[in-house]
């Protein structure tokens, strides 16, 4: 959160059309995983940081589209054959 304003500053002539944001292994760890007091975040800050983003992506003038995206955990990718 700490480089929000400084990636995506609110007085930027130019704007992200895009923005995505990825949740990543941070937001997956368990809350009782020995990982979760090293690289977790909890339930609440997980939601008070997505709303953080969004709030700041929205005062963007103009505001960009958003993609969110999640890893696709325990999926498998098959190609297709055609």
């Given at each position: 959160m700490a480089l929000l304003d400084a990636v995506f500053p609110l007085d930027d002539p130019s704007p992200p059309v895009l923005v995505t944001v990825c949740f990543g292994a941070n937001d997956a760890v368990n809350e009782n995983s020995s990982a979760m007091e090293s690289q977790g975040v909890s339930i609440d800050n997980f939601e008070m940081n997505l709303k953080t983003i969004?709030?700041?992506?929205s005062k963007l003038s103009p505001?960009?589209?958003?993609?969110?995206a999640r890893p696709l955990f325990g999926a498998t990718y098959v190609p297709s054959a055609g």
């Open positions: 969004a709030g700041h992506l505001p960009p589209a958003w993609a969110y």
